[in-house]
């Protein structure tokens, strides 16, 4: 799923980070960057993303975008305030003109079959079933 959304520099954080490993153990929704969104950070800081020295800070950016459970589209705009797999409080509010909003972040909701569940899609940066949803 996260290589047909364009979603595949999150999935390669994923995986240079082993966080891919955690969403083996359990049911989360996925608030995932889109390629577009690690664009605008520009080369340097894509860079830093993946350089080995700073795998724990990559690893924490990564488990940021993860809530713990699984919430559909019509879930996330009433979900409130959530702790992020990271230990930080994810927003999920539905005041946005363009739609929910996570931390101020607009959502990009879509839908997508995965082999054990649903997923849901956002584009700004600040496995047995995943809910994907990706910041604008």
Request: aromatic share 4%; net charge positive.
């Amino acid at each position: 799923v996260l290589e047909l959304r364009g979603l595949t520099v999150f999935r390669a954080l994923l995986e240079a980070t082993g966080v891919d490993d955690e969403l083996r153990a359990g049911t989360f929704t996925v608030l995932a960057p889109t390629n577009g969104a690690f664009a605008a950070l520009g080369q340097p800081a894509l860079d830093a993303l993946f350089d080995p020295a700073q795998v724990a800070e990559a690893a924490a950016l990564a488990r940021f975008h993860l809530l713990p459970g699984s919430a559909r589209a019509s879930d996330l705009v009433g979900l409130g305030t959530r702790p992020t797999l990271e230990g930080s409080l994810a927003v999920v509010d539905g005041a946005g003109a363009a739609g929910p909003r996570v931390n101020g972040a607009t959502l990009h909701i879509t839908h997508a079959q995965t082999p054990s569940g649903v997923a849901p899609r956002s584009r700004r940066c600040p496995r047995p079933r995943w809910t994907i949803s990706s910041i604008r």
